[in-house]
């Protein structure tokens, strides 16, 4: 098993917050590398880098590297099986909304799941 199988697709709050999109890698030899795309969102980040850096620090413990490809905000109503993916981060730029929800569909198959570019 790869260090990269044990870093999970998806790790969102429940309620309104900031989320990022990260590529996680690790070396594969060479000029090669394996890589993973991720979601991350947790309500207790005051700003994109809280959850970047949290997720930084998770995957380097397991030898990773990681970038962080952008942000947004997420809404998630478990009780209603809905997340929307909007918005933008002031420090990383928008993140591709469209891939994020790809991701989150991993988890989330059962949830209508909406994006928009519109919003902060």
Sequence with gaps: MSALDKVLDVEIDEGTFKYVYIRIYEDAGGDDRNEKDVVRGYTFAEYHADVYDRTCA?????G???ECLGGGRIIHKPEEKYIKVYGYSMGFGKANHERSVGILKKKYSDYRIEWSDEGY
């Design 58 to 62: 998770e995957v380097e413990n397991l």
């Design 64 to 66: 990773l590297d990681c």
